[in-house]
């Protein structure tokens, strides 16, 4: 099974708080950590921890943090002949973490608001033969919007991952196999703040099949014959950061390994639920065997 991903690689400063600062106030942090993030790389490495042979489109800058960011890819076995160096600092992200887990990001895109269609269409060949590309949007609009015209025409399995949440066009919904947004992602696209109502808004809208993460409350799947809510695990959460990416991850390395969607979502879920527990974004991400064992011992 193999899939692409196209999106954003960063380098993650996470300050851990005690309470996230409201508006005007400033908070002295417990701890600063630096680690591998981005929504796309994060994605990335989840599908490689779970047996998903991976290639990596995306773009970091010609400094320490690439540099960095490179360096960890071999140990996931993700290749980087797909990602572009470019004259740009690479792609930052601010992240507070409070005591419950609960988190804020903010996102200096850089290297990664210059991956451009040209760079994306020289790997047509690795998106042909690929199960499924997945992108979600932190780099430019432009190149997600044609990448996903790209992968519909060759007949490779689109997923999108809408965040963050920006309108699409919306010719561009019918060429979506699978949308995983989250609650605040499917209000910003859909205008609904029922998640039911959102989920169908959709499917009217074009998309195949909608899976709307739910945080620890699981997650819901809808297409046009069915309809399931699966529960999620109850864990101590100390950090939420790449918990949505590492789910995606789950979810996608299940699908292709032809799971049907009940399981796939447990399996997705666990994966979230294990992700949370750890601090950081790519560190926290667990194995396949992680998953299975902790399956086990919840009994599912
Ligand atoms: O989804 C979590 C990710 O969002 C972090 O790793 C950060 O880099 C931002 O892209």
């Not at 996470?14 to 591998?36: C, F, N, Q, W, Y």
């Amino acid at each position: 099974m193999k899939a692409v991903v196209i999106g954003s690689m960063n380098m993650d400063y996470t300050m851990v708080v005690d309470h996230l600062p409201a508006r005007g106030e400033t908070v002295t942090a417990v701890r600063l950590r630096t680690s591998a993030g981005g929504k796309g790389l994060n994605q990335a490495v989840a599908l490689a921890r779970l047996g998903v042979e991976v290639v990596m489109v995306g773009a970091v800058g010609d400094d320490a943090s690439g540099k960095a960011l490179l360096g960890n890819l071999p140990k996931d076995h993700i290749p980087d002949f797909a990602i572009k160096k470019v004259d740009d600092s690479t792609g930052n992200a601010f992240i507070t973490v409070d005591s419950q887990g609960h988190n804020t990001i903010v996102v200096y895109p850089g290297a990664n608001y210059k991956l451009d269609m040209g760079w994306v269409e020289s790997f047509k060949g690795e998106i042909a033969s690929a199960d499924f590309v997945v992108m979600q949007m932190e780099i430019p609009l432009d190149t997600v919007v044609s990448s996903i015209e790209l992968a519909h025409s060759l007949g490779t399995t689109v997923v999108l991952n809408p965040a963050p949440a920006l309108p699409l066009p919306p010719e561009i919904y019918p060429m979506i196999d699978l949308i995983v947004p989250n609650e605040t992602e499917l209000t910003l696209l859909t205008g609904q703040n029922d998640v039911l109502e959102g989920a169908r808004k959709l499917l009217e809208m074009g998309a195949k099949a909608v899976v709307v993460t739910l945080g620890s409350s699981g997650c819901l799947y809808e297409d046009t014959s069915q309809e399931i809510l699966v529960e999620g695990f109850k864990v101590n959460a100390v950090d939420s950061t790449a918990a949505g990416d590492a789910f995606i991850g789950g979810l996608l390395s299940a699908l292709g390994r032809r799971e049907d969607i009940r399981t796939a979502m447990t399996f997705a879920n666990a994966v979230g639920a294990i992700t949370v527990t750890r601090p950081g974004a790519q560190e926290s991400i667990p194995t396949y065997e992680e998953v299975k064992d902790f399956l086990r011992r919840r009994g599912a």
